[in-house]
């Protein structure tokens, strides 16, 4: 597709990114709520669980949470979940921390992420989290594994509180016998459903704004249309909303209408 319906309607940028900055990040009520709870496992070295439907917004909350954190009084350690064992975990979790060759044992690195984390909490007083994303994938397994990492021998404090983002079933495999210690300390959990008709006509300005466009490019009809062809879902309103944005200046119309986003849809899943 080239370029020039950006020309078109004096798009500085490829409007609906996938990779904004986190200054840029629609505040939401339901972002804000996230936020608290985020805050609220923080603070009692606790796990906090927060699902969704895919593209609904998962990763830019936790980006948005993350960032919102002091770099001077927290290290996060944030991961990428597989479906790989939880020796891939601890070296995502070694290498957030600076640690290379921990050694290849499962008993060698829990026993240097343990060190790190008291060194960080107890000698240097920084709070420590662990923030897994896609967290829907871990086997099991790996859900009794993370609950001995956060045990610390030495007294009950919970120096490791662990945010857990990823899809519903999340929730199904917390509820496992093995998952059970670690279900234990969940404190709350949250699930982003899609935005409701407001909310996305407030998103799709928002994201023509930051492409610096000021007007509403997108009638009441084009609005209607994403809201209902995306689910609410941010990352399908994204697809829905730049097709139809190009499908508009194809046809030399100064309005995205439902008719541009319904030619749009025949160009994605
Ligand atoms: N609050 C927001 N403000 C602005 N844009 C957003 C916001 N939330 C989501 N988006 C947009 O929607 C896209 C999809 O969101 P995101 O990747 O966070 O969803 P996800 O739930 O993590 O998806 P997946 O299930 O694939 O992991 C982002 O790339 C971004 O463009
Ligand atoms: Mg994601």
New binding site residues.
């Given amino acids: 597709m080239d370029s020039t319906y950006r020309q078109y309607f004096a798009l500085q940028k490829e409007p609906?990114?996938?990779?904004?900055p986190r200054k840029?990040?629609?505040?939401?009520p339901v972002?804000s709520a996230v936020q608290d709870r985020f805050h609220y496992a923080l603070r009692l070295g606790a796990v906090t669980l927060i699902t969704?439907?895919?593209?609904?917004?998962?990763?830019?909350?936790?980006?948005?949470c993350v960032g919102g954190l002091h770099p001077s009084e927290y290290l996060v350690l944030f991961v990428t979940a597989s479906a790989g064992s939880i020796l891939e975990i601890y070296r995502q979790i070694l290498a957030e921390l600076g640690v290379e060759n921990a050694g290849a044992s499962r008993a060698k690195m829990t026993r240097r992420i343990k060190q790190e984390v008291l060194e960080l909490a107890v000698g240097k007083k920084m709070k420590v989290a662990l923030v897994i994303?896609?967290a829907s994938l871990l086997r099991l397994e790996v859900f009794a594994e993370l609950h001995t990492l956060a045990q610390f021998e030495q007294d009950s404090k919970p120096y490791l509180p662990i945010v857990l983002?990823?899809?519903a079933n999340l929730v199904d495999n917390l509820r496992y016998r093995n998952s059970q210690p670690l279900a234990s300390r969940v404190v709350a959990k949250c699930h982003?459903k899609g935005i409701d008709q407001n909310t996305m006509e407030d998103?799709l300005r928002?994201?023509l704004a930051?492409a610096g466009v000021n007007r509403m490019l997108f009638d009441e009809t084009a609005v209607t249309a994403i809201h209902q062809g995306s689910g609410g879902?941010?990352?399908k309103?994204?697809h829905l909303a730049r097709g139809a944005i190009i499908a508009a200046a194809k046809s030399d119309s100064a309005m995205v209408t439902a008719e541009h986003v319904r030619l749009a849809a025949t160009e994605i899943f």
């Fill in positions: 609906f990114a996938a990779d904004i840029e990040i629609l505040v939401t972002l969704g439907e895919i593209g609904s917004g998962k990763s830019t909350t936790l980006r948005y994303d896609e983002a990823g899809q982003l998103y928002h994201h930051i879902l941010y990352r309103a994204n």
